[in-house]
C-alpha cells in the first residue's frame, strides 16, 4: 500500500492510500467517521487478489487532506472526481461503510458518467427522511451527537474536540469502553486482534490534524444531503444488520425502500463492525458490474 497526496481543482489536498495497480479495475473506499484513508488490511488483498485497486482517502479535515468547512455529503463528487483524474480512471466503482455510506450513494446519485457501481454498508440515512424514526434502536453516545449536531452545533464542536483527544490517547481496551453503548454483543466480539489494531491506527490517523473532519462530517449528516437516494439510477447494494446500534436496522431499511432497483441484504444477525466479513462479496459484486459494462 503506497501513500499519495494529490490535489483537486479547488487547490485542497486530498491523501489518498493505494492497495494494488492503478490500472487494474478501481475501488474507492469511504470509511466511516471519524476514519481515515488507511486500509483493512484483509479488505486490501481481497481487492487485489482480484486484479483490482482498491482507494482510501481522507476525508476533507481527516488526516493529510484539506478541510473544506461547511461541505455537506454530496461533495464528495468532487474529491472522487479528483481521485479519478489522479489515477488516469474514467470508469470505476465504490464503496462505504457507515458515515462513508452517504458519501458511496453521493458518488452513485450525481457521478453516474464515472461511478458503474456503488454499495453501502451500514450506512446512515438522511436525518429527514419521511418516515424514518431516526433514533429508534441507537445507541446513547450516537444519539446525543446527532442531536447536537442538529439542534446545537457549538456544543456539538466543543465534546467532538473533546473526545477527539481522547481517541488520540486511546488503546483498543479505552475504545470499548468509550463504545459501550453502542456495542451489540456481535460487534464487541469483533473488536479484537487485527480489526482493533486497524481500528485505532484509522482514527488516530484522521483525527491526528484536529477535530475538524468529524465536526464536518456531523454537521453534513443532519442538514440537506445534496441528492435524493430516490434519484439513484445506477446499481447500488445495500448491507445492513439488525444488531446494529451505531446506525439502526431502520436507516438500512428505509434505504432499501428508496433507493430504485437496490440489491438489499438486511440480516437479523450482523452489527455494526461484523459487516466487515462481507466486503469480498461487495467486491464480487462491484466489479462484476463494472466489467459488464
Same mark, same amino acid.
Given at each position: 500500500?503506497?501513500?499519495?497526496?494529490?490535489?483537486?481543482?479547488?487547490?485542497?489536498?486530498?491523501?489518498?492510500?493505494?492497495?494494488?495497480?492503478?490500472?487494474?479495475?478501481?475501488?474507492?473506499?469511504?470509511?466511516?467517521?471519524?476514519?481515515?484513508?488507511?486500509?483493512?488490511?484483509?479488505?486490501?488483498?481481497?481487492?487485489?487478489?482480484?486484479?483490482?485497486?482498491?482507494?482510501?482517502?481522507?476525508?476533507?479535515?481527516?488526516?493529510?487532506?484539506?478541510?473544506?468547512?461547511?461541505?455537506?455529503?454530496?461533495?464528495?463528487?468532487?474529491?472522487?472526481?479528483?481521485?479519478?483524474?489522479?489515477?488516469?480512471?474514467?470508469?470505476?466503482?465504490?464503496?462505504?461503510?457507515?458515515?462513508?455510506?452517504?458519501?458511496?450513494?453521493?458518488?452513485? =446519485?450525481? /457521478?453516474? @458518467? #464515472?461511478?458503474?457501481?456503488? $454499495?453501502?454498508?451500514? %450506512?446512515? *440515512?438522511?436525518?429527514? +427522511?419521511?418516515?424514518?424514526?431516526?433514533?429508534?434502536?441507537?445507541?446513547?453516545?450516537?444519539?446525543?451527537?446527532?442531536?447536537?449536531?442538529?439542534?446545537?452545533?457549538?456544543?456539538?464542536?466543543?465534546?467532538?474536540?473533546?473526545?477527539?483527544?481522547?481517541?488520540?490517547? =486511546?488503546? /483498543?481496551? @479505552? #475504545?470499548?469502553?468509550?463504545? $459501550?453503548?453502542?456495542? %451489540?454483543? *456481535?460487534?464487541?466480539? +469483533?473488536?479484537?486482534?487485527?480489526?482493533?489494531?486497524?481500528?485505532?491506527?484509522?482514527?488516530?490517523?484522521?483525527?491526528?490534524?484536529?477535530?475538524?473532519?468529524?465536526?464536518?462530517?456531523?454537521?453534513?449528516?443532519?442538514?440537506?444531503?445534496?441528492?435524493?437516494?430516490?434519484?439513484? /439510477?445506477?446499481?447500488?447494494?445495500?448491507?445492513?444488520?439488525?444488531?446494529?446500534?451505531?446506525?439502526?436496522?431502520?436507516?438500512?431499511?428505509?434505504?432499501?425502500?428508496?433507493?430504485?432497483?437496490?440489491?438489499?441484504?438486511?440480516?437479523?444477525?450482523?452489527?455494526?463492525?461484523?459487516?466487515?466479513?462481507?466486503?469480498?462479496?461487495?467486491?464480487?459484486?462491484?466489479?462484476?458490474?463494472?466489467?459488464?459494462?
Amino acid at each position: 500500500m503506497t501513500t499519495q497526496v494529490i490535489e483537486t481543482h479547488a487547490g485542497r489536498r486530498l491523501c489518498i492510500e493505494v492497495a494494488g495497480d492503478p490500472d487494474g479495475d478501481v475501488i474507492v473506499f469511504h470509511n466511516g467517521s471519524p476514519n481515515s484513508r488507511l486500509l483493512y488490511p484483509p479488505d486490501a488483498d481481497d481487492a487485489v487478489g482480484r486484479g483490482a485497486c482498491l482507494v482510501g482517502y481522507d476525508r476533507p479535515g481527516y488526516g493529510g487532506s484539506t478541510r473544506r468547512a461547511g461541505r455537506s455529503v454530496a461533495a464528495a463528487v468532487d474529491d472522487l472526481r479528483a481521485i479519478a483524474a489522479a489515477l488516469g480512471v474514467d470508469r470505476l466503482v465504490t464503496w462505504g461503510i457507515s458515515g462513508g455510506g452517504p458519501h458511496a450513494l453521493a458518488c452513485a =446519485a450525481l /457521478a453516474p @458518467d #464515472l461511478v458503474a457501481a456503488a $454499495a453501502a454498508l451500514a %450506512s446512515v *440515512a438522511p436525518y429527514d +427522511a419521511p418516515g424514518l424514526e431516526f433514533f429508534e434502536g441507537m445507541g446513547e453516545r450516537n444519539i446525543e451527537d446527532f442531536r447536537f449536531a442538529a439542534d446545537d452545533p457549538d456544543a456539538a464542536a466543543v465534546k467532538t474536540a473533546a473526545v477527539a483527544e481522547a481517541m488520540l490517547q =486511546a488503546t /483498543a481496551e @479505552d #475504545l470499548l469502553g468509550q463504545w $459501550a453503548t453502542i456495542l %451489540s454483543p *456481535a460487534d464487541a466480539a +469483533a473488536v479484537s486482534g487485527e480489526l482493533a489494531a486497524y481500528m485505532i491506527d484509522s482514527l488516530q490517523t484522521g483525527l491526528g490534524p484536529g477535530p475538524g473532519g468529524w465536526i464536518d462530517d456531523g454537521a453534513a449528516f443532519v442538514h440537506p444531503w445534496g441528492f435524493d437516494p430516490a434519484d439513484i /439510477a445506477i446499481p447500488v447494494q445495500l448491507w445492513h444488520g439488525r444488531q446494529d446500534r451505531f446506525v439502526p436496522f431502520g436507516h438500512g431499511r428505509w434505504l432499501a425502500g428508496r433507493i430504485p432497483g437496490v440489491d438489499a441484504h438486511l440480516n437479523d444477525t450482523d452489527g455494526h463492525l461484523t459487516l466487515l466479513r462481507r466486503v469480498p462479496d461487495v467486491h464480487a459484486w462491484l466489479l462484476a458490474q463494472l466489467r459488464q459494462t
